[in-house]
């Protein structure tokens, strides 16, 4: 998985003249990203001397630097296509969480009314 991530997230060339510190790898980065997303742990308290990973703040930044970039979301798509096609993708368990979802202050409401909301307008017969 990671050799079709790896042009994706890779690092910019380092300046010839005062290229200041090695930065970590994309992919040990990365694994601590994962590891935060799936263990949901603060970035403070990533034990990442236990685990060989860079440190919480680290791998915020580089998520960060990779979702400016638009590099993240890039690598998201190639995820998904990958795991679609070998049929590993189950989106019986989609959430959509109401803060990803842009809602506009006075836009137009829908049109589309539930029979529901019509059936509870009325309370006494």
């Given at each position: 998985m990671w050799a079709a991530l790896a042009p994706v997230l890779a690092d910019p060339p380092r300046r010839f003249r005062n290229p200041g510190?090695?930065?970590?790898?994309?992919?040990?980065?990365?694994?601590?990203?994962?590891?935060?997303?799936?263990?949901?742990?603060?970035?403070?308290q990533v034990p990442y001397r236990e685990l060989g990973l860079p440190s919480g703040e680290t791998c915020r930044r580089?998520?960060?630097?990779?979702?400016?970039?638009?590099?993240?979301?890039?690598?998201?798509?190639?995820?998904?296509?990958?795991?679609?096609?070998?049929?590993?993708?189950?989106?019986?368990?989609?959430?959509?969480?109401?803060?990803?979802v842009e809602a506009k202050k006075g836009a137009h409401r829908s049109r589309a009314r539930s029979a529901a909301a019509r059936a509870a307008v009325s309370t006494s017969l």
């Amino acid at each position: 998985m990671w050799a079709a991530l790896a042009p994706v997230l890779a690092d910019p060339p380092r300046r010839f003249r005062n290229p200041g510190r090695l930065r970590y790898s994309p992919r040990e980065c990365l694994e601590g990203i994962l590891y935060v997303l799936y263990t949901d742990t603060p970035w403070l308290q990533v034990p990442y001397r236990e685990l060989g990973l860079p440190s919480g703040e680290t791998c915020r930044r580089r998520l960060e630097e990779w979702t400016r970039r638009g590099l993240f979301a890039r690598a998201l798509v190639v995820l998904q296509q990958r795991l679609a096609d070998s049929g590993r993708l189950d989106w019986s368990r989609l959430i959509v969480d109401a803060s990803l979802v842009e809602a506009k202050k006075g836009a137009h409401r829908s049109r589309a009314r539930s029979a529901a909301a019509r059936a509870a307008v009325s309370t006494s017969l």
